[in-house]
């Protein structure tokens, strides 16, 4: 009989001893128990609200170990209580065979408790969007880690006939290496030393493989556990032998050398791959865990060498030490892809005082003091976590609170991970790397030759200020075409001059029509520019300071956005606010935490544009909740979306008025709905209210008792509509890879298709289709009796809302046939007694706008506001980002730097659950209980199909030796 097949026969038998007893059943049976009322109950699923399955593996190395040690118990220790294992060791098959038939029998049985279990993931699938690569290698992880137990509690009941001194044994050997890497044991060495404990811990490559890294390294770890206790097992039982006379002293010297040099050699690889970094796999959907081509992009444009300096403290807070390793491996993997050009450093400035007063004076890195307590004691501890990135003489750097995310798990607990390392560290290098660049390598980081095309009149016909000017436009251009090395080239024509087709040409394709110094003269001339790389074309505008310095200064502010290395400055125009020294902002429209945010990659300039007049160095302009925008402010955000800028407008015909005493709506003059109207876009004075919502807290007191309470509750409030899945465009990089956006106090859009068929549209935001319009304003969130108690009820239809859409291509201005306010003011000044002081205005009014301009809006004046995030944060007692990191997504997209902005969509964490009532909730559980039950019962049933099967052909040949005889 071939070896294989007497090994699977040998299995079967083991198999069907489980299942001849209650063991299986009762192993099977408290294994889900145990794991359905851990993740339904302990880790409270529902609460968490993410779509994942990590509570159903979070504690499967601790569950393993009893339960291993249940089913391992016996398997030797019977054979030598009931004197059988001699028996055995006279039988023609080779020790090792009957290792590994009980070692495949036990694992089967795992894997049919596993396979039970697959109810759980399908469950999550349903009900939110699952990434299934995780899932899979939780589950090879827990096969693996079985494996390794199933070795140890072989090994330990072949040395014991007692089955209780197996299962404690067992049970403590296998504890041990539970435990070897605790947070309690690490945190007694430095941080060599506690990376080394962690790396003999079965939880904690475990964990590894679990959260989607599937590395060559934690894998080889359990194979070598099994391998050398399967081996140790052969050795046991092969010794059974030479006590009954077999073998001679040179055989088992044979034997020892061969079981030692296994042994040696499974445990030497292992210190071996720990030097191997690359051979791993990201299973997640988004390649979280991987560099992205985005960044190899970014780190290939380095022109000289980078360094990447970790500071790490050996002790440091519990919740921080194990996220160090990753940390470590993914700036390695920094290294590893940059072909040489990035240097990698890990150092602990505690034990190294130079290191540490450079740190401190040189890059301000200061130690951050944490409060450590145990069972024993409590401790304050200065610890570093900082991440130092060096270019040439540029730095950034990287705290803790910038890398990682703090959720709350369960009550009192928080889960603590690194939000997105790679993003961060990313946008350090590209910020160092931008401050690095000199003006003269302006055109080394412009990929296309970009052309300067000058519509500009005769010297005769142009007023003095811009004759005088003209000369100095040549110098200008001539020394940018010496440096640029072939990536620059001027063409200037003058429209007045031939027979008018230019001036034509020009009309129709930009919509430039001659310029005129005041409303009162006739003479006319042209005086504009643009710069085109044959994808996206920007006018340069003339400069206030007529001069040629300031000229360059334009000229060079319009080609760095052809560019990839330079800081993007964003304007933010949101309404002013009078300080009030005792008391809030009489403004609730406060966008600090918005500032805060796009200051982390952009340069931010607060605009209120009363002069008519777009910032010469403005790349892109936000329009946060505007308020009664006269004229010439219009002017100005008209005239730069046709310059062929972005426009991104947050705003609604309706504002929540929130207080300490009251919540209302009234409406709100923004100044540009005519303006966006004349676009195609049109917001009714109604507010969407969708039964898909976020929570509204409100701080209540009870009485219970006679005692007063305080507590925060949390209503229902369809107001803050909750758009998720197939109400975020998956197709458009702005909104992929946010997981969930709350629209607050939101109005519909309505889009005239005619006025915007020329145009590109995107629609980028959708209200669920339960959702319905209300010209209430009375927002006041509502209390009920109990929980079922329905408080909001639909008005009129029922239907999806657009709450955010984008439009590319070229627009038609508003002011189009209208004359320039900018002139209107003019005339007004030369009437009075200073016209003299008032200056010369030269304006063009561009009545088409270039390809490349684009009209982002959301409509919501309050989604934004820092008043508004905070009380969607204080739901999840964390943060709430994904609103600000819809505009970060906006703006990225909208400059064209897509690596950030890929990088930034890449998900970390897992997606939200759609929401679900509390009976849908009760239904989901029950079901899966249901299922498992089914499964179980399944289970029994092939097997009593099996073993009747069995008894049938036992007895058909009992009868017919019988008979024979």
Same mark, same amino acid.
């Given at each position: ?9 040998l %299995?079967?038998?083991? /198999? ?13 049976? =408290? ?7 851990k ?6 699923f529902?609460a ?10 979070e ?49 089967? @049985? ?13 469950t ?32 330990v ?5 007692n089955?209780?001194?197996?299962l ?35 939880a ?10 599937l590395?060559?390294?934690? *894998? ?12 140790l ?47 791993? %796999? ?14 190899e992009? =970014? ?10 300096r970790?500071?790490?403290s ?14 470590r $491996? ?26 540490e ?12 003091p944490?409060?450590?307590s145990?069972? +024993? ?89 811009l %004759? ?33 087709? @230019? ?20 003479d006319?001339? !042209?005086? +504009?520019?643009?710069?085109? #790389? ?10 206030e300071?007529?001069?040629s ?31 009030n020294?005792y ?11 918005l ?7 952009l340069?931010?300039e ?7 007049r ?22 100005a ?8 800028? =972005?426009?991104?407008v947050?705003?609604?015909?309706? %504002?929540a ?8 709506a009234?409406?709100? #003059? ?23 919502n ?8 009870r ?17 803050f ?14 909104t992929?890879?946010?997981?969930q *956006? ?19 549209r995107? $629609? ?13 304003l ?5 209390f009920?009796? =109990?929980?079922d108690? /329905? ?6 239809d029922?239907e999806?809302e @657009? ?15 209208k ?5 209107? &003011? ?23 706008s ?5 009209l ?17 944060? &204080? ?6 980002l ?44 029950? *079901? ?14 092939? !097997?009593r ?6 008894d049938r ?12 005889v």
């Amino acid at each position: 009989m071939q070896p294989e097949s007497r090994i699977l026969r040998l %299995a079967r038998k083991e /198999v069907a001893q489980f299942f001849a007893s209650p063991i299986a059943f009762v192993f099977l049976g =408290t294994f889900l128990a145990v794991c359905l009322f851990k993740f339904f109950w302990v880790d409270a699923f529902f609460a968490r609200n993410l779509a994942d399955v990590r509570p159903l593996f979070e504690a499967m190395p601790l569950l393993l170990v009893f339960l291993v040690a249940a089913l391992t118990m016996r398997l030797w220790s019977d054979e030598r209580r009931m004197g059988t294992i001699e028996f055995l060791m006279t039988l023609p098959v080779p020790p090792w065979q009957l290792v590994v038939g009980k070692f495949l029998a036990c694992l089967f @049985l795992l894997s049919i408790a596993l396979l039970l279990t697959l109810p759980l993931p399908v469950t999550v699938s349903m009900i939110g969007s699952l990434d299934w690569g995780p899932v899979a290698g939780a589950y090879l992880a827990t096969l693996f880690l079985g494996a390794s137990y199933i070795a140890i509690g072989l090994y330990v009941s072949s040395r014991n006939d007692n089955q209780i001194v197996s299962l404690i044994i067992t049970t403590l050997v296998c504890l041990a290496f539970y435990f070897v890497g605790s947070s309690t044991l690490v945190n007694l060495f430095d941080q060599q030393g506690g990376e080394f404990l962690e790396s003999l811990s079965s939880a904690a490559r475990f964990e590894s493989i679990t959260r989607g890294v599937l590395d060559i390294r934690d *894998l080889y770890y359990y194979i070598s556990i099994t391998g050398i206790f399967l081996a140790l097992n052969v050795l046991g039982l092969e010794k059974q032998r030479w006590s009954a006379g077999e073998g001679t002293r040179s055989h088992h010297r044979r034997w020892y050398l061969v079981t030692s040099l296994l042994v040696g050699n499974l445990l030497i690889a292992n210190l071996w791959m720990t030097q191997v970094t690359t051979l791993r %796999a990201d299973l997640t959907r988004e390649q979280s865990f991987s560099v992205s081509q985005a960044t190899e992009q =970014t780190l290939q444009r380095l022109q000289e060498p980078l360094l990447i300096r970790g500071y790490f403290s050996s002790k440091t807070h519990p919740l921080l030490a194990p996220l160090v390793p990753n940390l470590r $491996d993914l700036l390695e993997e920094f290294e590893i892809v940059s072909d040489g050009k990035v240097r990698v450093e890990f150092v602990d400035p505690l034990t190294q005082p130079e290191l540490e007063d450079e740190a401190n004076n040189k890059y301000g890195i200061r130690p951050v003091p944490f409060q450590i307590s145990d069972r +024993y004691e409590a401790s304050l501890v200065n610890s570093y976590f900082n991440v130092l990135i060096a270019y040439g003489d540029q730095f950034e750097v990287i705290g803790f609170r910038d890398l990682i995310e703090v959720r709350e798990a369960a009550e009192m607990q928080l889960d603590v991970r690194l939000r997105n390392p790679e993003y961060d560290i990313t946008k350090g290098i590209k910020k160092v790397l931008t401050s690095f660049q000199s003006a003269g390598e302006l055109f080394a980081s412009i990929p296309q030759p970009v052309q300067f095309e000058g519509f500009i009149s005769e010297q005769e016909a142009l007023p003095e200020a811009l %004759a005088l000017l003209r000369p100095a436009l040549d110098t200008v251009l001539s020394d940018l075409e010496a440096e640029s090395e072939g990536k620059f080239a001027a063409r200037i024509r003058d429209p007045q001059g031939g027979n008018g087709q @230019l001036a034509q040409d020009i009309l129709d394709a930009y919509g430039m029509r001659p310029m005129a110094t005041s409303l009162i003269s006739e003479d006319s001339f !042209y005086f +504009y520019m643009l710069l085109s #790389d044959g994808k996206q074309t920007v006018q340069v505008a003339i400069p206030e300071a007529l001069d040629s310095e300031a000229l360059k200064r334009n000229i060079e502010s319009g080609l760095k956005r052809f560019a990839g290395d330079f800081t993007r400055t964003v304007g933010l125009l949101a309404p002013e606010s009078a300080p009030n020294p005792y008391g809030p902002p009489s403004n609730t429209h406060q966008f600090n935490l918005l500032k805060e945010s796009l200051l982390e990659t952009l340069s931010v300039e607060d605009v209120q544009l009363s002069d008519g007049r777009i910032p010469e160095d403005l790349d892109l302009l936000i329009l946060a909740a505007p308020e009664a925008l006269d004229e010439k402010q219009l002017f100005a955000v008209d005239q730069f979306l046709m310059q062929g800028g =972005t426009v991104i407008v947050s705003s609604s015909p309706l %504002a929540a008025e929130l207080n300490q005493t009251s919540l209302g709506a009234a409406a709100y #003059d923004s100044g540009i709905s005519e303006w966006l109207a004349h676009h195609g876009v049109e917001m009714p004075a109604t507010l969407v209210m969708d039964p898909q919502n976020a929570k509204f807290p409100i701080p209540i007191t009870r009485n219970v008792g006679g005692f007063q309470f305080q507590e925060v509750a949390l209503l229902d409030y369809p107001y803050f509509v909750d758009i998720r899945q197939e109400g975020l465009n998956q197709e458009s990089l702005i909104t992929r890879g946010i997981p969930q *956006l709350t629209m607050n106090w939101a109005s519909p859009i309505v889009v005239d298709a005619e006025k915007t068929s020329h145009l590109q549209r995107t $629609d980028l935001l959708f209200s669920s289709a339960d959702s319905w319009l209300s010209d209430d304003l009375d927002v006041t969130p509502r209390f009920g009796e =109990t929980q079922d108690t /329905v408080l909001w009820e639909p008005q009129g239809d029922t239907e999806k809302e @657009l709450l955010g859409l984008v439009l590319e291509g070229r627009f038609n201005s508003y002011f189009a046939g209208k004359p320039s306010p900018l002139l209107n &003011s003019q005339k007004g000044d030369e009437e009075t007694e200073d016209a003299d002081s008032a200056g010369e205005v030269f304006t063009g009014l561009l009545e088409r706008s270039a390809e490349s301009a684009r009209l982002m809006v959301f409509s919501s004046n309050e989604f934004l506001t820092d008043q508004t995030i905070n009380i969607t944060s &204080s739901v999840d007692r964390t943060l709430y980002l994904n609103s600000l990191q819809l505009i970060q997504n906006a703006v990225d997209w909208s400059l064209e730097d897509r690596d950030l902005l890929s990088i930034r969509s890449r998900s970390h964490f897992a997606n939200i659950l759609d929401p679900l009532e509390r009976d849908d909730q009760r239904f989901w559980e029950l *079901l899966n209980y249901g299922l498992v039950l089914v499964g179980l019962v399944i289970v029994y049933i092939i !097997y009593r199909q099996r073993r009747a099967r069995l008894d049938r052909r036992t007895h058909d040949l009992l009868k017919s030796r019988g008979a024979s005889v």
